[in-house]
């Protein structure tokens, strides 16, 4: 049943037969016992991939991208159904997003398998006597992909389909939380024929990701969860130099001036601040609306709000707007930002605290959809990454002072702005610190475009063409030549 490790393409026990379960958070129930690997495991993992090396950064794009091509098209026809199915189960998220992530999946992998071919180098006359210059892309080696449990298949994608595109191979440690719905995903690329040891992956928790970063073996480490890891991460991975990408947590504003249409601005905020039970990196955070709007605002986005469906069991109500939470200690966190705010003088005019309906006692970590206003800077509301469903909202008169209130926290990763003014939406989209800024739009992710965080929020980023060049390793070969024979 713990035969979760996969090593040189044999799933198999972690080597002490240590193992750990997975939780439904939906009932706080077990579905599934997976390995609880130690620095043994590790490194097994590591030398398979270390040994995969040279054959498969040698092989030609082309190949690879027809790997990650068919590797693709038997997920979709075997394993998808069953990732979403998992991944409802492990993270409960309605099928309906379970869906939504496991197909944006495959579509990640698919767009960087033709990057595959793409990779190439340039190169210039000598400056100084009679030589050439060449630059060439390498593929850095193993990498590390260690992985939140928010979006575990598509975020593992964003890792793999770039890494392997440029030749790397891979070391996986999904979350411990939900690493379920990766196993489908990875058996994919197995069925298509990888190559032994490409892609290898070790189950386990902090330990195992610990390990995983400390070992020689590692030359780059991919990673997406919170700040206090990614900190601890970046220390480690210091010290033997490793290149990192680190996407960690946000704080999102989300601004709405009082040209903007109402409507739309309240539906994309409502959306991205509950979708996944606001437990999303870039979730609306915190709301600024302008004093002209503020009431019409508040009312209709509290409207909504009490109306949004949270499904007890995302399997049966597949539609919900949202489920449970991941765990007790992400609910503890949530009800003591609400607790604070409202100690402070906040108002919840929605929710505050778990929806009362029988389907709801069940065991699982629910929380519902709540909306505070009378909200304050000094709030944690206002000023930490609640992860969680929860509106403040909060006003301001110019567009100086919301940008100053948005920039007021140390993340920085995605910003919202709505407005039917150019000005206006020019101006905020340079001056909001962060990496992603969308504009009259709720969502700031699209395959071609750069996503990372600036300040706390992390370093470097992924999708793109950044995200393929964070695996390359660029080489300057200066070669002299002799005179005209
Ligand atoms: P987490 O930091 O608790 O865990 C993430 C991963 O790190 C897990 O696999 C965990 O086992 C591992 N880990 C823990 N300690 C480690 C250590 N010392 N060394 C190496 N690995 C270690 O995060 P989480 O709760 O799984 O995810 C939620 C967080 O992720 C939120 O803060 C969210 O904002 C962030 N996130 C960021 C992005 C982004 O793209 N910026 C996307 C999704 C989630």
Known sequence: MSETNLIANRWQTSLSGKTRHVINPAYNRPIREIADSDAADVDAAVRAAAQAFPRWSHASGRERAQLLHDAMSIFRSRYLEESARLLTQENGKPLSDSLKEVRYTADVIDFYADEARRITGTHFAGDMGSTHSFVFKQPLGVAAAILPWNFPVDLLAWKLGPGLAAGCTFVVKPSEEAPLSTIPFVQAFLDAGLPEGVINVVMGGGVTGAALVDHPGVAKIAFTGSVDTGVRIAQAAAKNMKRTTLELGGSAPCLVFADADLEAAVKGALRRCYSHTGQICISVNRIFVQAQIFEAFVERYAELASKLTIAADGLLEPDADMGPMINAAAVDKVRQHVEDAAARGGRVIVGGDAPRAEKYAGGGFFFAPTVIIDVTAEMRVMREETFGPVAPIASFVTAREAVEA??????????????????????????????GVGINVNDITDIRGPFGGAGMSGIGRELGEPGIDSYLETKHVRLAYGSMP
């Open 406 to 435: 948005a920039n007021a926290t140390p993340y920085g990763l995605a910003a919202y702005v709505y407005t039917r003014d150019l000005d206006t939406a020019f101006h905020c989209a340079r001056s909001l610190r962060c990496g």
